[in-house]
């Protein structure tokens, strides 16, 4: 497993910003995928974004397209989401996963990652 460690949420007024970084490390291989995913309460968890090495493959969810951009460090092993032009239904925990060695891409089920982050809180008001 990666040992995985968000940072950056925090309270936002809608139409607001906020940036995520999560931070890599005690792993003895690159996971083929990082992602984003967030989980309302009462609602389940959903993938908001993710980065693939299977051909430098971003995934952006239609629900945060054209306001949230993923990027990934590879240097700083490192995952980052910028959230522009938050709205209240962007509220959540966010958690950075990663997969392991033997999965290719990405996919938009939790199950398909073995490390988790703790999560960090994006509240967004009206």
């Known amino acids: 497993q990666v040992h995985l460690v968000e940072s950056g949420g925090g309270s936002v007024q809608a139409g607001g910003s906020l940036s995520l970084s999560c931070a890599a490390s005690a792993y003895s291989y690159r996971p083929n995928c990082m992602a984003w995913f967030r989980q309302a309460p009462g609602k389940e968890r959903e993938r908001v974004a993710a980065?693939?090495?299977?051909?430098?493959?971003?995934y952006i969810a239609d629900s945060v397209k054209g306001r949230f951009t993923v990027s990934r460090d590879y240097a700083k092993n490192a995952l980052y989401l910028q959230m522009n032009i938050l709205v209240p239904e962007d509220t959540a925990v966010y958690y950075c996963?990663?997969?392991?060695?033997?999965?290719?891409?990405?996919?938009?089920?939790?199950?398909?990652?073995?490390?988790w982050g703790q999560g960090t809180q994006v509240t967004v008001s009206s």
């Open positions: 980065v693939s090495t299977v051909g430098a493959s971003i």
């Open positions: 996963a990663a997969s392991p060695p033997q999965h290719r891409g990405c996919s938009g089920s939790p199950a398909w990652y073995n490390s």
